[in-house]
């Protein structure tokens, strides 16, 4: 079974910075097979698509929420996947999830973690 385990969330004052970092662990997971996303979601609202990035990492996409402040990377040796949030505003507080989806023919494996809590308040 797949494990997606998110650390580094806490709270952090608008203007500050935190590193989301999601680990994975399987027998026979081959995480250099996977898109890597962090999603989000605030209290009353819909889970929302933060950032991704490719198997290899050669490309990423973010949200016009985050772009310039968030920066999304992995490291494929160590099997995680890392989310650097700078410049915070209290609209990102929200739970942070992270999610490995692949694509095999007609089928679709996706994975998510359990989450992690970022706050952003003063």
């Known amino acids: 079974q797949v494990q997606l385990v998110e650390s580094g969330g806490g709270l952090v004052q608008p203007g500050g910075s935190l590193r989301l970092s999601c680990a994975a662990a399987?027998?026979?997971?081959?995480?250099?097979?996977?898109?890597m996303a962090w999603y989000r979601q605030a209290p009353g609202k819909e889970r929302e698509l933060v950032a991704i990035?490719?198997?290899?990492?050669?490309?990423?996409h973010y949200a016009d929420s985050v772009k310039g402040r968030f920066t999304i990377s992995r490291d494929n040796a160590k099997n995680t996947v890392s989310l650097q949030m700078n410049s915070l505003k209290p609209e990102d507080t929200a739970v942070y999830y992270c999610?490995?989806?692949?694509?095999?023919?007609?089928?679709?494996?996706?994975?998510w973690g359990q989450g992690t809590q970022v706050t952003v308040s003063s």
């Open positions: 990035i490719g198997s290899t990492g050669g490309s990423t």
């Open positions: 399987a027998s026979g997971f081959t995480f250099s097979s996977y898109d």
């Open positions: 999610k490995a989806r692949r694509v095999g023919g007609l089928l679709q494996y996706v994975y």
